[in-house]
């Protein structure tokens, strides 16, 4: 599996008017059963992707991430973000406590897939945290899920 801290980070100083990212996740087929890793990718310039991310957050700030899926690696499957209608985090599958206060990730359609994923992420805390997560989308007919490895965000709060 690729590893995700071998790629550059996504760090991105967010100021009180708030910060919008278009950004591109490509995901990738299991190989040998194993979860492969997906960079996200700049939409703005494709050759430019990212392993983790670390937000400097102004107080009030909010990063938006648009995040749409590209699924040239993974043809002849018609994979959308999981939905997790209570949780409001589509799309992602937290893996540390108090990730729910600071991301909301909500799926939007595109043409009748949900290939759209808006999150929001906000600073409430004040204080740095570090969130563990895994991407998550569904293959619509066959109930079939593809998760990718675990990245690591990175929230420091902050003036910035």
């Known amino acids: 599996m690729s ?7 996504l760090e991105c100083e967010v100021p009180k008017e708030g910060l919008k990212l278009d950004l591109v996740l490509r995901p990738r087929e299991p190989k040998d059963g194993e979860l492969q890793y997906w960079p ?9 992707h990212f392993g983790n991310m670390r937000f400097k957050i102004q107080k009030g700030g909010v990063a938006t991430l648009n995040v749409t899926l590209d699924l040239s690696e993974v ?3 018609e994979l959308e973000f999981a939905r997790c209608h209570f949780h409001k985090l589509d799309g992602i599958i937290a893996l540390t406590p108090d990730f729910r206060h600071q991301f909301r990730a909500r799926a939007k359609r595109v043409e009748g897939e949900y290939t759209k994923l808006i ?8 204080i740095p ?3 563990s997560f895994l991407w998550m989308c569904v ?20 003036d910035i």
């Open 3 to 9: 590893n995700c801290a071998d790629l550059p980070v």
């Open 119 to 126: 999150i929001r992420i906000k600073d409430k805390a004040k």
């Open 40 to 48: 996200l990718f700049n939409a703005a310039n494709p050759e430019e």
């Open 75 to 77: 043809s002849g499957r």
């Open 129 to 131: 945290d570090n969130f």
């Open 139 to 158: 293959d619509p007919e066959t109930g079939m899920h593809f998760v990718s490895g675990d990245p690591d965000a990175v929230i420091d709060p902050g």
